[in-house]
């Protein structure tokens, strides 16, 4: 009965969790693990490193759920906590990023009209090529829409490093979906 309920007042659920209600816990974690494992992965380099994420990500939703109170959404919430947990393990196992000039160009528009043909799951396997300081910021801002200045503070690197990077990842893309697009037309 109370999953009935849980599935149509999310508010009555993380409720249930506050109040430290496992059966309720283990229902938010069934309903959520699959998009928040999808997040882990964007950031990650393989399949154990984002079980890893997601793990650590549900033990801070566990730990910190009474410090949810309702003034946004809930699921963001928990993308915050989940993309914060994958860039701090990133951080952890990469000591120091490299650090690209700050004067980067920045401001250029995401071309995405090449990208019309491009089927995801072509795009997704080419995002996963990029270096990962590359990957995390283009995932960080372009997916997940986080700004500079929040990616910058995320992974204690300047604003303008968060820019270049952004900035080389497509760069880096652009180059290997036209090197595709050449092969496939020859």
């Known amino acids: 009965m109370s999953q009935e309920i849980w599935k149509s007042n ?5 409720i249930a969790c506050q109040k430290s209600n496992q059966a309720a816990f283990r229902f938010l974690y069934q309903t ?5 494992f999808a997040i882990c992965l964007r950031y ?9 994420v997601l793990q650590d990500s549900f033990v801070l939703i566990y730990r910190n759920i009474n410090s949810f109170n309702f003034d946004g959404s809930f699921k963001g919430w ?3 906590i989940t993309v914060n947990c994958a860039l701090s393990t990133f951080r952890k196992k990469t000591p120091h990023l490299i650090s690209l000039a700050d ?11 090449f990208l019309q043909n ?5 795009l997704k396997k080419l995002i996963n090529l990029l270096p990962k300081g590359r990957r995390q910021v283009f995932n960080a801002y372009v997916i997940d829409g ?3 200045k929040e990616i910058a503070e995320m992974l204690d690197i300047s604003e303008g490093t968060s820019k270049s990077q952004l900035f080389d990842a497509k760069k880096e893309l652009r180059r290997a979906i036209e090197n595709d697009y050449m092969i496939a037309k020859k």
């Open 118 to 122: 491009l089927q995801l799951e072509e």
């Open 78 to 80: 928990m993308r915050k």
């Open 32 to 36: 959520n693990s699959s998009w928040m």
């Open 146 to 148: 986080f700004t500079h």
């Open 44 to 52: 990650m380099s393989n399949k154990d490193e984002a079980q890893d």
């Open 10 to 14: 999310e508010r009555e659920l993380v």
């Open 103 to 113: 004067s980067a160009p920045s401001n250029e528009p995401i071309d995405i009209e």
